[in-house]
Nanobody, 124 residues
Framework: QLVESGGGMVQTGGSLRLSCAAT????????MGWFRQAPGKEREFVAS????????SYANSVKGRFAISRDNSKNTLALQMNSLKPDDTAVYFC???????????????????WGQGTQVTVSA
């Protein structure tokens, strides 16, 4: 129901824009987020956005470099990633909370729907 795209390989300092398309149902009444998981590490919070897009939260490691946004009319979520670093290399996952859970959350357990992930690789 959530499908990510936009991953790839980029050099340090480069940019990528990830997209997440929701199919089969709408998430316009749910908070959504991005998480990432590097090899051998646990899944970690990247960014979250509330249901209407007016409240956002970021992990300290990406604050000022990444921007999360959503378009409820298109049922899509995006993550603009700038000034990428090798430490940003990971599989990135889009996630959505259950309907009417409208506010941002950082814990993976707060999310009920997950995409399959898209690989982002940043070379030094």
């Amino acid at each position: 129901q959530l499908v990510e795209s936009g991953g790839g390989m980029v050099q340090t300092g480069g940019s990528l824009r990830l997209s997440c398309a929701a199919t089969g149902r709408t998430f316009s009444s749910s908070a959504m987020g991005w998480f990432r998981q590097a090899p051998g590490k646990e899944r970690e919070f990247v960014a979250s956005i509330n249901w209407i897009g007016l409240d956002t939260s970021y992990a300290n490691s990406v604050k000022g470099r990444f921007a999360i946004s959503r378009d409820n009319s298109k049922n899509t979520l995006a993550l603009q990633m700038n000034s990428l670093k090798p430490d940003d290399t990971a599989v990135y996952f889009c996630a959505a909370r259950e309907t009417l859970y409208t506010e941002i959350a950082a814990a993976p357990g707060s999310y009920d729907y997950w995409g399959q992930g898209t690989q982002v690789t940043v070379s030094a």
